[in-house]
């Protein structure tokens, strides 16, 4: 079926420029099952949802190759099968997010990589007008577990490095094709249940020639946002090992920094609470991190710091993992109790 004979009037305007990327004809909700919403943006819900047991994989032309095999063998074996839909509301009027959106899809065409949260498949859901993007499925972000040290959590440095290493890669990757983040921080960040960290949403991103990586726009979060970007023209390819320094100092201190200033983001970091506690490859890490754009090393040269390669295992991050669930508990518990007082005490 063409995209004619499927849709009709408005709606085949709207997603039409998203059609090279959509997985058809197939009904998404006879693939995914038992939606659970996890998480709820801007641009839409996040849900786990179950691989059919029945489903006829090999109509699911648009997958990866080694994504479909490797449903196929879990589903041969009998496993279950989970992974993240996220979805996007289709509208009359269109909206700037499947614009986005398909700049992400034509931006990541053919990216695969080990710490890059891909989009997997693209589906349209005609019971509620909306697109379902299918991702692998994550436990949490680097900002949901900084937020828990403000409760009993502690990052070691090991396990700081582990997540640096694998943004690292990340970054490394991207430029290889010439492709800048920029907007790399915690929120961008995300740990599946291997304790694996891998780079989110693309929007922000930019692909570039190696000859002309000079851009004007100024994007990104003020607190991880590298300096030259909000003086004028910059070096795009230049931008993202700041970031990657700011997100390095937000995990040793639980907030990004210049966070708890009155005064406008520097040059370089601030001082660190108790410098004394990292080692000297920490402080030369930073250090390096936010150096002038024309002297800032790229991810590959800080590959090879001694801080990068000093890692935890990725059991000590599974470790730290169920750490954030176990103290998510108790901080529940704590707020149910401290609700039920207060509502005694209005009765009372």
């Known amino acids: 079926m063409t995209p004619n004979q499927r849709y009709r009037g408005w709606f085949l305007e709207v997603i039409n420029p998203l059609d090279e990327f959509i997985d058809e004809p197939i009904n998404p909700r006879d693939y995914y099952l038992d939606l659970t919403e996890v998480a709820e943006g801007e641009s839409g819900s996040v849900y786990a949802a179950r691989i059919s047991e029945n489903a006829n994989l090999a109509r699911l032309s648009k997958l990866p190759p080694l994504i479909k095999a490797r449903d196929v063998e879990g589903q041969n074996n009998g496993e279950t099968m989970l992974v993240a839909i996220k979805t996007v509301p289709i509208l009359p009027s269109g909206s700037t997010k499947l614009d986005e959106l398909r700049k992400e899809l034509s931006l990541l065409r053919g990216i695969m990589h080990g710490n890059i949260l891909g989009m997997h498949a693209l589906y349209v859901d005609l019971v509620e007008d909306s697109l379902w993007i299918r991702m692998e499925l994550m436990v949490r972000s680097l900002a949901d577990v900084v937020i828990l040290c403000e409760e009993s959590l ?22 290889s094709h010439n492709i800048a983040h920029r907007d790399v921080r915690s929120d961008n960040l995300l740990l599946n249940s291997q304790g694996i ?67 406008p983001p520097r040059d370089r970091w601030p001082k660190l609470r108790k410098p004394e506690i990292f080692s000297p490859a920490f402080h030369e890490f930073l250090r390096m991190c936010s150096e002038p754009a024309s002297s800032r090393p790229d991810a590959q040269e800080l590959l090879k710091n001694s801080f990068v390669n000093n890692t935890c295992g990725r059991p000590v991050v599974g470790q730290l993992l169920q750490q954030c669930v176990a103290i998510e508990k108790v901080v529940s518990q704590r707020q149910e109790l401290e609700e039920e007082d207060e509502a005694t005490l209005m009765i009372s």
């Open 154 to 175: 502690v990052l070691q440095e090991r396990v700081i490095a582990r997540f640096t290493h694998d943004i690292l890669e990340a970054l490394q990757f991207l430029r």
């Open 197 to 263: 960290l891998k780079l989110t949403d693309f929007s922000n991103a930019i692909k570039v020639s190696p000859d002309s990586p000079i851009v004007n726009d100024a994007v990104g979060i003020l607190y991880w946002q590298a300096p030259e970007v909000r003086a004028g023209p910059y070096n795009v390819l230049k931008i993202d090992v700041w970031s990657v320094g700011a997100t390095v100092w937000e995990l040793a201190q639980a907030a990004p920094p210049f966070a708890d200033s009155t005064d």
